[in-house]
């Protein structure tokens, strides 16, 4: 299975996290059918996230939450095994984008005070 296009879409979807959900939407068009049930349970996965930034940025999803949805869709064994790996990847490239995205925000508020503080003196 090729992860790199799961990585790739999840990068896609966290461009702009308020519309995560919308995965028909967001999801791109040469994302294979066979890919899209994984694509799909990320995005509701995302909803189990905790409600609070850890100190190292974007809460992961739980893992409890990812078998829980895989006992929900009878993905045992292997199946469990390929499922977790494709959220955990997606989960994995959405976090970073996100951590990068706030570093980047924080980075631009510094550079804008030390401005501002060099146009008041």
């Known amino acids: 299975m090729d992860y790199q296009k799961v990585i790739r879409a999840a990068q896609a979807a966290g461009k702009n996290p308020a519309?995560?959900?919308?995965f028909k939407d967001l999801a791109p068009?040469?994302?294979p059918d066979h890919l899209f049930f994984y694509y799909h349970a990320f995005n509701e996965l995302c909803s189990c996230r905790a409600n609070h930034r850890s100190p190292d940025?974007?809460?992961m999803i739980?893992?409890?939450s990812i078998n829980d949805?895989?006992?929900?869709?009878?993905?045992t064994g292997a199946a469990?095994?390929?499922?977790?790996?494709?959220?955990e990847a997606m989960d994995?490239?959405?976090?970073?984008?996100?951590?990068k995205k706030m570093q980047d925000q924080?980075?631009?508020?510094?550079?804008?005070?030390?401005?501002n503080a060099q146009i008041r003196h």
């Open 19 to 22: 519309e995560l959900r919308l």
């Open 29 to 31: 068009v040469s994302l």
């Open 57 to 59: 940025g974007q809460g």
């Open 62 to 64: 739980p893992w409890s």
């Open 69 to 75: 949805y895989a006992i929900r869709y009878n993905l």
């Open 80 to 87: 469990f095994e390929v499922f977790r790996k494709y959220i």
């Open 92 to 99: 994995l490239a959405y976090c970073r984008y996100y951590d």
């Open 106 to 115: 924080i980075d631009k508020m510094n550079k804008d005070a030390k401005k």
